[in-house]
């Protein structure tokens, strides 16, 4: 929707590359649940009301998929015969191959998805791999659906149904604000973005992100697994357990982008760069993100039902059953706490450290130590 040049443009007049006003900005450029010169509701962003965590009994609609027709099966018969070593699952495979199914993708999610989609988007449940979200980030990538429609679409919708403003706003954002913003980057910076490595974290990546049976942490055993089976997770597994987890270990931001680039149906070099480099890994030092975004168990057991299938304990940080989580995401804070200080958004989280007894500390770099140490023999 942005050309290269008016990206540029807005980019060179900006002090720092904030997607908030990137996002304002294209509201108005492209009159996106506009009213006049102001937000339809009064404000920009409802994201606050969009972080329930679930609770039970939630019941998302079953997704919309499509059996292989005569060539997409051929492929996949052709894949199985060459019988080499692969990631992933070829069968059962039920994405849409064509404009006509696209659409109807989009046209399910705006009709049985979007009206509940945004409150528990942030949500992570059991056995429910897609939530109320719409899937059609793969379509969007390689041209089945254009941005423009799905947006005309999905507002068109809340004025003639009179959806939800939150739910709305919402996915909007996620397309005229942070896909736009990604694509922007990523033709803006330099082409040695992809190296970038501001942490200098060289650890290798867990063999159980290819083999999600290795670990016995029910998040990412859940979460790789249904990635394995679909190529598929939503925005908040990503970030928040998959990428975070390789960034408190101190996973090569390089390792981690490669694996999110081979393991999911919608990955292309301009959404993986800059979503896993920039926003996951934090590796550009603050140019994307504000902020990295790590965090302990707490987060995780607040906005999923994993924990409570977990031989680990989210609420405790070292010793006997605690949650890798917790002592890695409190050495990743002590390890970089000087770099870390220079980012205005980290100064309360930073401030906890001092709460913590040096004995505690020592005995969380030591347990880190032991974890990456098992990790990589």
């Given amino acids: 929707m942005w050309s290269e040049s008016d990206f540029q443009t807005w980019a060179k007049s900006q002090k720092r590359l904030i997607m908030e006003n990137f996002y304002r900005v294209g509201r108005k450029r492209f009159n996106s649940l506009m009213a006049g010169n102001k937000p339809i509701g ?19 609609p079953d997704a919309l998929w499509f059996e292989p027709d005569p060539i997409t099966q051929e492929v996949i018969n052709s894949v199985n015969a060459q019988n080499f070593p692969s990631y992933g699952k070829t069968e059962p495979f039920r994405w849409a191959v064509n404009r006509h ?6 046209d399910f999610f705006i009709h049985h998805r979007l009206p509940n989609f945004g409150p528990y988007q ?20 390689i041209g089945l659906l254009q941005p423009e429609e799905v947006i005309k679409a999905v507002e068109n919708a809340y004025h003639q149904n009179q959806l939800d403003l939150s739910s709305t706003e919402g996915f909007i954002r996620q ?6 913003y990604m694509h922007g980057i990523y033709i803006y910076m330099n082409p040695d973005y992809s190296q970038s ?13 290819w083999h999600a049976e290795k670990t016995d942490m029910n998040c990412l055993r859940q979460i790789l697994s249904q990635v394995e089976r679909t190529g598929y997770a939503h ?28 393991a999911f149906i919608d990955a292309h070099d301009w959404v993986m760069q800059t979503n896993v480099i920039g926003m996951g890994q934090f590796a550009d030092g603050g140019i994307l993100a504000s902020k990295p975004y790590a965090a302990s168990a707490n987060y995780i057991n607040k906005m999923s039902d994993y924990c409570s299938s977990c031989g680990y304990n989210p609420r405790k940080r070292t010793g006997q059953g605690a949650c890798p989580f917790n002592f890695l995401y409190w050495d990743f804070l002590c390890r970089h706490r000087d770099q870390l200080k220079a980012q205005g958004r ?10 913590i007894s040096d004995q505690d500390i020592q005995q969380i770099h030591e347990e880190a130590f032991r974890w990456r140490k098992r990790q990589s023999t």
């Fill in 101 to 106: 199914q696209a659409l109807q993708v989009l």
């Fill in 235 to 262: 925005h908040i597994q990503r970030l928040m357990v998959l990428s975070n987890f390789a960034l408190i270990v101190g996973v090569s931001p390089q390792s981690i982008e490669e694996w999110f680039h081979g």
């Fill in 122 to 141: 942030d949500a992570m449940v059991t056995n429910e791999d897609t939530m109320w979200h719409s899937l059609i980030s793969p379509y969007l990538n």
């Fill in 346 to 355: 980290m100064s309360l989280v930073l401030s906890h450290i001092d709460k």
């Fill in 42 to 60: 009064g404000k920009w962003n409802f994201d606050k009301q969009n972080r329930k965590p679930p609770k039970r009994n939630l019941n998302p």
């Fill in 175 to 180: 397309v005229l604000g942070w896909r736009e």
């Fill in 197 to 209: 490595n501001w942490f200098n974290h060289t650890q290798p990546l867990p063999d159980f992100y």
